[in-house]
């Protein structure tokens, strides 16, 4: 919070004198309230918050969790995050992680050409990373593949394939191998 703003002089060059402002803050963290003074900038006093020290700007609660069942508080400057989420640190962090891997994702299946290779489908929501040589290692109490990140393809490309759910399924079901039955199979007709 600003409290006052007071003129001084100083010499600028040889024989001009300019006026300046030294501003006299309260500290916005309710847990300090210090008086402290600073000389003018512009961009110092313009800020909504002001705070004395770095551990007091980390420290300042600014709000509560937005989601239901989270009542933990939102600590730190929220001019410093790059995305204002309105949410607690952890949740604030798994969702940047989530931001993160969906891009990894993305730029994965475009590496992969952004289609299936058995059948050609191009909706990336039915998307899934197969293993060739189908060599995944399913230690664990599930029976779910590992999550192939970008930087397991990046080493290794020629393990992977890009596949669509059904064809990824159907390689399962036929003892790893690619399933495509043919499209034009002859019913018998009734007689």
């Not at 989270?70 to 949740?91: A, M, Q, T």
Request: proline share 4%; glycine share 6%.
């Amino acid at each position: 919070m600003i409290l006052e703003r007071e003129p001084y002089e100083y010499k600028c060059g040889k024989n001009n004198v300019l006026i300046g402002y030294k501003w006299t803050f309260q500290c916005d963290n309710h847990a300090c309230k210090k008086v402290f003074s600073r000389p003018a900038n512009k961009a110092r006093h313009e800020r909504a918050n002001h705070y004395c020290c770095h551990p007091c700007s980390a420290s300042a609660v600014q709000g509560v969790c937005k989601l239901e069942d989270c009542d933990e508080p939102i600590r730190g400057n929220g001019n410093v995050r790059k995305l204002d989420s309105g949410l607690c640190r952890k949740h604030h962090k798994a969702l940047v992680r989530k931001l993160r891997v969906a891009r990894g994702r993305k730029e994965m299946f475009e590496m992969m050409g952004n289609q299936c290779v058995n059948c050609g489908e191009k909706d990336s929501m039915f998307f899934q990373i197969d293993h060739i040589e189908n060599d995944a290692d399913y230690s664990g109490d599930g029976n779910n593949a590992p999550s192939i990140q970008i930087w397991h393809y990046l080493k290794e490309p020629e393990r992977y394939q890009l596949l669509c759910a059904n064809c990824n399924y159907a390689k399962r079901m036929n003892g790893g191998k690619l399933y495509a039955p043919s499209k034009f199979t002859r019913r018998k007709k009734p007689k």
